[in-house]
């Protein structure tokens, strides 16, 4: 796909804060014209023709291209940063951290960060920031180094304010529950973000959406036909089990593989599915079970259930399911 002058794209203007390196005014523009656009970012169309990495301009550069690009936003002596917006729209409904960890940080508003710093001269530029904090005493840190003298090099450090050290230890503590206890799910995600300092209900918003868009945080997702009687079983479990099933094998698909219609077209034609249902789970625990080097469809013993009931990640959704009228 290559841009046309009747395709529109949208892109972001940061301005940095020359204190804390983090945006400090931002404006949002939509063009057209990524030619003008390229021009005065000094880039070629094979490069980037689509115009989908970060660029940093100097005052004067950032100057130029507003002039070109007849957009409204006086940035001063600032650095500035431009990225593509690839649909803000649908996100989350409140700040997320990232990119602004040191000032919310120095508010009080982020009360844990985890960084990490390459030997890029951005990071290493950012890093200085969040020493010179560390040196005033305004954050508390602890840091690793990974790959040192290597250009791999990589400064994992972790910051809070003052008198919120505790919430590193806080940290380790909940990915070492998560190592013994089956791996991560919905309940340590949530108390890692509220350890960020992120609010209750932007906890509820997060957590909605990976459910909604299954993007492997919490292990394998799989989706399974159940009859009527394993639908009710499911809701006497509290959504917290899979059910039994007659019959020796229990077929599954890689959740991404099965599309809505095929899961309609299954309501319509079978009368014995009565509903569709995901559940995540490690890949491990499927290993002795099902070949996971294929993906799609497994058969999977029906004898394996009671241990895929024992190693969830989270409970299980009912994605798609038969209603008295829907195929009358």
């Known amino acids: 796909m290559t841009g046309t002058a009747d395709t529109a794209f949208a892109f972001v203007l940061n301005a940095l804060d020359p204190d804390l390196l983090s945006p400090c005014l931002a404006t949002r523009f939509v063009t057209s014209d990524l030619v003008t656009l390229r021009q005065n970012l000094s880039i070629d169309a094979a490069d980037d023709p689509l115009i989908d990495n970060v660029y940093t301009l100097a005052p004067p550069d950032a100057a130029a291209l507003c002039a070109a690009m007849q957009i409204d936003f006086d940035s001063g002596p600032a650095i500035v940063t431009l990225h593509k917006d690839n649909g803000s729209r649908g ?21 844990f960060a985890v960084m990490h710093f390459t030997t890029r001269a951005d990071h290493v530029a950012l890093k200085r920031r969040f020493d010179h904090f560390v040196a005033m005493g305004q954050l508390h840190a602890e840091e690793h180094v990974s790959g040192e003298g290597t250009r791999h090099q990589t400064i994992h450090a972790v910051y809070t304010p003052p008198g919120d050290a505790w919430r590193i230890e806080a940290d380790k503590l909940i990915h ?44 394998i997702s799989l989706t399974a036909a159940v009859t009527r009687a394993g639908l009710e079983w499911i809701a006497h479990a509290g959504n917290r089990a899979l059910p039994p099933i007659e019959g020796d094998i229990f077929i599954v698909a890689s959740t991404h593989m099965l599309q809505d219609e095929t899961m309609q077209f299954a309501l319509r034609d079978n009368p014995h599915i009565d509903a569709f249902v995901q559940f995540n789970i490690d890949g491990r625990h499927l290993i002795p079970h099902a070949d996971m080097r294929v993906g799609g469809t497994y058969a999977l013993p029906a004898s394996a259930i009671p241990e895929l009931n024992r190693h969830l990640r989270r409970p299980v959704r009912i994605v798609a399911q038969r209603s008295s009228s829907a195929f009358e």
């Open 91 to 111: 996100g989350p409904p409140y700040l997320v951290h990232t990119g602004w960890e040191l000032p919310l940080l120095l508010q009080g508003r982020k009360k």
């Open 176 to 219: 070492r529950c998560a190592g013994l206890s089956g791996g991560w799910n919905e309940h340590y995600e949530r108390l890692l973000g509220m350890l960020m300092g992120y609010e209750d209900w932007q906890n509820d918003w997060w957590l909605e959406e990976l459910a909604k868009h299954d993007k492997g945080w919490f292990g």
